[in-house]
Nanobody
Framework: QVQLVESGGGLVQDGGSLRLSCAASGTILRINTMGWYRQAPGKQRELVAA???????NYADSVKGRFTISRDNAKSTVYLQMNSLKPEDTAVYYC??????????????WGQGTQVTVSS
């Protein structure tokens, strides 16, 4: 069984910073791409940032230059450093991992979500 456990969300003022973490655990053989998505009320879930096993990254245009994604392969953990936060960044942030687990073909897994609220 595979689990993704997120931490680091909360309430911050406009211009502030937060760091999200997501640790994968279970009978994991290989983790491919890891990423962060977010969903604001009344909106569709959207990709925020992703990072491959080799360290290549891509970002949504709205967060480029403000957010940084990184990963620690030894800890099966992905991070999202969020700086210069804006009220429009308010959303539930979800961790995603594309991975191979024992006895299971390559699949996508999701964390439970963590709330990020930016006050103006």
């Amino acid at each position: 069984q595979v689990q993704l456990v997120e931490s680091g969300g909360g309430l911050v003022q406009d211009g502030g910073s937060l760091r999200l973490s997501c640790a994968a655990s279970g009978t994991i053989l290989r983790i491919n791409t890891m990423g962060w998505y977010r969903q604001a009320p009344g909106k569709q879930r959207e990709l925020v940032a992703a990072i491959t096993s080799g360290g290549s990254t891509n970002y949504a245009d709205s967060v480029k230059g403000r957010f940084t994604i990184s990963r620690d392969n030894a800890k099966s953990t992905v991070y999202l450093q969020m700086n210069s936060l804006k009220p429009e960044d308010t959303a539930v942030y979800y961790c995603n991992a594309n991975l191979i687990a024992r006895w299971i073909a390559t699949s996508d897994y999701w964390g439970q979500g963590t709330q990020v609220t930016v006050s103006s």
